[in-house]
């Protein structure tokens, strides 16, 4: 079963956060999401998750894909030095790295966005160091995943179940739930 890690920092983005951990685990996708300081986290709009385990309790080598998510946390997950430790690993180690609305900075930070082509949510492109910008929901580029924001996160959810689980699944998982 291929397995993502969701980092989730005080501050972010419930919508997303939530729709990339449920539409994942429907996908068949073993999820670990993980808090930096607490277990109990609250999101941007107050919605409080229970986070599986701290950040320092779970070994980022033993995943297939790390999904961030944005809102004002993100900047949190952006300064932890562990962060982007696990990412530039994630990255050497040929993994997946994936990041939508705000997000997509950290992916900048630890210099995985050089030369490729990327999205976010449009008031921190500025902020990112990308090969080409594209203002479209989801962008691949290689093993990189970005998308834009909160309207874009159940496109952008599916195109991770299809990078990790095939084509097939994805497509059905998106007729289940009746995505059009």
């Given at each position: 079963m291929p397995t993502a890690l969701v980092p989730l920092a005080e501050g972010?983005?419930?919508?997303?956060?939530?729709?990339?951990?449920?539409?994942?685990?429907?996908?068949?996708?073993?999820?670990?999401?993980?808090?930096?300081?607490?277990?109990?986290?609250?999101?941007?709009?107050?919605?409080?998750?229970?986070?599986?385990?701290?950040?320092?309790?779970?070994?980022?080598?033993?995943?297939?894909?790390?999904?961030?998510?944005?809102?004002?946390?993100?900047?949190?997950?952006?300064?932890?030095?562990?962060?982007?430790?696990?990412l530039q690993k994630q990255a050497a180690a040929r993994k997946y790295t994936a990041a939508v609305c705000a997000a997509p900075v950290i992916l900048s930070e630890a210099g995985l966005l050089k030369g490729k082509r990327a999205t976010s949510f449009p008031s921190v492109q500025g902020d990112l160091e990308v090969g080409e910008y594209l203002a479209v929901p989801v962008v691949v580029d290689g093993l990189v995943i970005t998308s834009r924001g909160p309207g874009t996160v159940m496109a952008f959810a599916l195109k991770l179940v299809e990078l990790l689980q095939g084509e097939a699944i994805a497509t059905k998982l998106a007729s289940d739930m009746q995505v059009s």
């Open positions: 972010f983005e419930e919508i997303e956060a939530i729709t990339i951990i449920d539409v994942l685990r429907r996908g068949g996708v073993e999820v670990l999401t993980v808090g930096l300081e607490s277990v109990v986290v609250e999101g941007a709009h107050n919605i409080t998750l229970m986070a599986d385990r701290l950040l320092e309790y779970a070994d980022p080598n033993n995943f297939d894909m790390i999904v961030l998510p944005g809102g004002p946390g993100t900047y949190k997950l952006k300064d932890d030095p562990r962060i982007i430790d696990m």
